[in-house]
């Protein structure tokens, strides 16, 4: 069906009836959520997302400047003839098993268990900003796509165009779906009525808080991302500090937690995408196997995939971290392998798991790899490995 509107402002009748259709559109191309906000900027968000970088909560973010801060929360700083924010969401939840048999497995968050997101979600942008020039054939309309791929605040956006309320986790939590939700917007020289906040908070309950093993919620509406095991396991490009290690757990990708106990997540809808359905083998993903991995079979296996973004390196390293807190003994022969032949920062993490492993063979095999080593870092872990295994019997 094609409509021509006569101007970029309709009237609110027109504009009410705009809005049904691009709700419509939006849903039939596959998004859960549609809402709609004003170019406004977002002065809370842009004060708090520069107080969280002066007090280094945002420190291992290289590109998470104040520049990006401003740019993010003054939607006309990113398009200067932005009158509205079409507000997207789209649901990623699929049930996944509690538990393997297999006691040498390691956890991947929800997010990650499908296709990269970004890719999926992009093409069902695009179809919405081909059906919005369709119906406004007779103007030139403006507009700027975002996936979690640009300078764009999109919880601010979400929340103003009314998909969800933030949660003290800061994930943007929706009644229909939960937190499960990736956010996208679209920016336009469009001007849409704007659609009211909802008027729901997380009231007195704290769960998220007070489960989050790192404590990297330091407050309501704050993380320290240096803390948050999702920043440790993609984000952070180096060694993963020695304190925070054991309490990764085996998330070897991303991290769940302040989700999975949020009681708004209970009941939710799963997600009707096909692309984000699981990949089997990444629900309860064996850990051994990955170890032996080089650059070309990395790339194979997850090619088109989140996990990507963490490298086989950083892979390798939060294989060796969930190992060291699994503690089984049988994998001490493919983390020695590993201490003998992988990247200086992978072995010191190979170093590390042996040690929390502990006993005689992982005493005597740190030993052997000490004889060879000869980066100072490796030497230091190693060293400390090996005190470790003396205390654990
Ligand atoms: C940087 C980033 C990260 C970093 C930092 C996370 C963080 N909380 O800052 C890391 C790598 C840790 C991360 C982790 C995750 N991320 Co992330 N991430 C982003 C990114 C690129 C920017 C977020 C940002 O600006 N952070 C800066 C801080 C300052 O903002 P904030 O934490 O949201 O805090 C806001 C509130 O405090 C609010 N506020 C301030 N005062 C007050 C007071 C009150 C009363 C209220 C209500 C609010 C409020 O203002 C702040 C700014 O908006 C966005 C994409 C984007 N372009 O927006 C995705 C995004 C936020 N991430 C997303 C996801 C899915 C995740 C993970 C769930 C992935 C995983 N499973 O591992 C985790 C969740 C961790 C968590 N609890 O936040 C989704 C979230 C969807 C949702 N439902 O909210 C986004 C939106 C990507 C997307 N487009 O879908 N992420």
Not at 240 to 267: A, E, H, M, S, Y
Not at 332 to 361: F, Y
Not at 373 to 392: G, L, P, Y
Request: aromatic share 8%; charged share 25%; hydrophobic share 35%.
């Amino acid at each position: 069906m094609k409509i021509i509107y006569k101007e970029m402002f309709p009237e609110k009748s027109e504009n009410t009836k705009i809005k049904k259709q691009i709700t419509q559109k939006a849903k039939d191309i596959g998004f859960d959520l549609v809402g709609f906000t004003n170019a406004d900027p977002f002065p809370r968000d842009e004060k708090a997302a520069t107080n969280r970088i002066d007090l280094g909560f945002m420190d291992g973010l290289p590109w998470y400047t104040k520049e990006r801060v401003k740019k993010a929360n003054n939607p006309k700083l990113l398009m200067e003839n932005c009158e509205s924010i079409i507000s997207l969401g789209i649901s990623y939840f699929t049930p996944t098993p509690e538990k393997s048999k297999n006691v040498l497995t390691g956890k991947i968050s929800k997010y990650a268990l499908g296709v990269d997101y970004h890719k999926v979600i992009k093409k069902k942008l695009k179809l919405l900003v081909k059906f919005l020039s369709e119906i406004h054939s007779e103007k030139k309309i403006s507009t700027r796509i975002f996936v979690d791929d640009g300078p764009m605040n999109d919880r601010a956006a979400a929340e103003r165009a009314g998909l969800g309320w933030f949660g003290k986790n800061t994930n943007i939590l929706t009644p229909s779906h939960g937190s499960w939700i990736f956010l996208a917007q679209i920016l336009t020289n469009i001007k849409l009525e704007p659609d009211t906040l909802l008027k729901k908070t997380c009231g007195s309950c704290k769960i998220c808080i007070d489960d989050c093993p790192t404590n990297a919620i330091v407050a309501p509406y704050v993380i320290d991302n240096t803390k948050c095991i999702s920043f440790l396991t993609i984000e952070l490009k180096g060694v993963i500090p020695v304190k925070l290690r054991p309490l990764i757990g085996t998330w070897i990708f991303g991290c769940d937690i302040c989700q999975d106990v949020c009681p708004v997540n209970r009941k939710i809808q799963p997600s009707k995408t096909s692309e984000f359905q699981p990949r089997k083998d990444f629900l309860t993903p064996a850990l051994l196997p990955f170890l032996d991995l080089n650059e070309d079979s990395f790339n194979k296996i997850f090619d088109n995939h989140p996990i990507k973004r963490t490298k086989l390196i950083g892979l390798k390293r939060n294989v060796c971290v969930a190992l060291g807190n699994i503690k089984d003994t049988d994998a001490i022969e493919k983390l020695t392998k590993t201490l003998l032949e992988s990247d200086p920062i992978v072995k010191q993490h190979a170093a590390w798991a042996i040690g929390q492993i502990g006993g005689d063979k992982a005493n005597q095999n740190l030993h052997n790899a000490l004889e060879v080593e000869n980066n100072t870092d490796v030497i230091e872990e190693i060293k400390s490995a090996i005190i470790q295994t003396k205390m654990i019997h």
